[in-house]
């Protein structure tokens, strides 16, 4: 007798004909009568198990129709063909209840809405939609590590806690002290908004790192890309400038993506189908396209000329210099590409501080990443390296360089150059799953007014 998950049982085709037991939830009860079909799942695998209950079989047969939603069960039997082509099912000897769920068991054997689901955010794991999801995140998180450390990078943990504000965008979310006691003296510490300043010194000495961790953003954005806590992937490679960088996101979005989509094909299509979108096809299709390479200026001539044909943004002052919405990054990306952008070498007055200047003395070597949908998932640039110009830029921008002192000393000690990016992790789920809140994408999300999980 063997012991398996259901993952097993539905895929390994040995196991026809065999005996094993089976612990899981009951997902579906249905009494036709003659028979009681219990669909179970044990959260290996999105699919269901369908569970054959005869009454000469099962001793407890008439208890089994009281089985509900939810409670667990451990179930024994001999697995058979199904009647769909190359489904399973279990002919059931024993059906045992180990823990009966309470009768008001919010979920139903129907699909939920994510609005929903996030009310009842403890037992979302249990929906098939949360499920799959997570299997894509975990899928794409053990990529990313895969893509790195195949390539040599060096894992790097940077700190959470800190006491600098790396975007420059008062974004911080403050750790509460002890005034009379503080714990970190004098400097206000702080949850971190990005990795990148800590990445880029362990990058001075081990050339190609990276951090993949969470960030938080103090950002009252009530958007569907906006979270305060998120996770991030960031990258920091000596030696490279601004075009190599982007080839190696380029490379590794696509190496990702293949793999994902390699392992998490049921998955997606079960989202496909749901959002009645199609993002399965377009990222097969998307791994032989190369990304779409846009100044910004050049950008801005196309969305000035949208407008001058009748293209209505909510906001239609498009000028050099703004700092574009979501709604022009996706109309650059969906309409008039329809392919990812990289969008570069903005002006320097929206970006931060780190970014190198360009010889125009206007740009800073930066890039952004668009993808149809989301709009901006990566974020990235080549650093200033020039000790002086980096610190006029920090004054110039009202930053105070003395708790940054660090930071702009790596410039001193042998720092020729060095490119970043950061990746947001839950963005980048929310263009392969094609789920369109970013809140969905995360267990327990974190956002204005919400801390209940
Ligand atoms: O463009 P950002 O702000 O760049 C940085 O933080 C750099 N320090 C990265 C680097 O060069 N090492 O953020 C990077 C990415 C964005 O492109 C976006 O995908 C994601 O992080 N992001 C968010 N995701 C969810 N919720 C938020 N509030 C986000 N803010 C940024
Ligand atoms: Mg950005």
Redesign the pocket.
């Known amino acids: 007798m063997r012991h398996v998950d259901i993952a097993k049982a539905i895929k390994d085709p040995k196991l026809i004909g065999q005996e094993v037991t089976i612990e899981a939830w009951v997902k579906f009860n249905r009494d036709s009568g003659k028979i009681i079909f219990l669909n179970i799942n044990d959260g290996t695998t999105i699919k269901n198990l369908q569970v054959v209950c005869k009454p000469d079989a099962l001793k407890n047969f008439d208890q089994i129709k009281g089985f509900r939603l939810a409670s667990a069960v451990k179930v024994k039997g001999t697995l058979k063909q199904g009647r769909e082509p190359g489904s399973v099912e279990l002919a059931a000897s024993e059906v045992k209840m180990l823990k009966l769920a309470a009768e008001d068991y919010p979920l139903q054997n129907k699909e939920h809405s994510n609005e929903f689901l996030r009310e009842i955010a403890h037992l979302k794991a249990r929906a098939t939609t949360t499920q799959a999801i997570q299997r894509v995140r975990t899928e794409l998180a053990y990529a990313i590590h895969h893509f790195f450390h195949t390539k040599g990078f060096i894992y790097m943990a940077s700190p959470i806690i800190t006491s600098n504000d790396?975007?420059g965008a008062g974004e911080n979310f403050i750790i509460k002290d002890d005034p009379a006691n503080p714990f970190f003296g004098s400097a206000t510490a702080s949850l971190t908004?990005?990795g990148?300043l800590n990445?880029e010194s362990y990058a001075l000495g081990m050339k190609k790192v990276y951090t993949f961790g969470p960030?938080f953003?103090a950002?009252r954005?009530h958007t569907n890309?906006?979270?305060?806590e998120?996770w991030?992937v960031?990258p920091?490679i000596s030696f490279m400038n601004l075009r190599q960088l982007m080839l190696v996101i380029e490379q590794m979005f696509k190496n990702v993506v293949s793999k994902v989509l390699d392992k998490c094909k049921d998955e997606i299509e079960f989202l496909n189908k749901k959002y009645n979108n199609n993002t399965f096809e377009i990222l097969t299709k998307l791994l032989n396209r190369k990304f779409v390479r846009l100044d910004y200026a050049k950008a801005v001539d196309i969305l000035k000329e949208a407008v001058a044909i009748g293209h209505k943004f909510e906001d239609n002052n498009i000028f050099f210099g703004k700092d574009f919405g979501a709604e022009h990054e996706r109309y650059l990306c969906e309409q008039h590409f329809q392919a990812p952008v990289f969008l570069m070498n903005f002006p320097k007055e929206i970006k931060?501080f780190y970014m190198k200047a360009n010889p125009d003395g206007k740009t800073v070597a930066a890039c952004?990443l668009l993808v149809p949908g989301v709009g901006?998932?990566?974020?990235?640039?080549q650093r200033e390296d020039d000790y002086n110009k980096i610190v006029k830029r920090c004054q110039d921008m009202n930053i105070n360089p003395s708790g940054l002192q660090w930071y702009l000393d790596l410039r001193k000690y042998g720092y020729f150059r060095s490119a970043?990016?950061?990746?947001?992790f839950?963005?980048f789920l929310m263009y392969i799953t094609g789920v369109d809140n970013?809140k969905d994408v995360i267990p327990f999300p974190r956002f204005e007014g919400e801390l209940r999980f």
């Open positions: 790396c975007e908004v990005s990148q990445a960030t953003r950002e954005s890309r906006h979270l305060a998120f991030m960031e920091e931060a952004d901006e998932i990566v974020g990235g640039s970043g990016f950061g990746l947001g839950e963005r970013v």
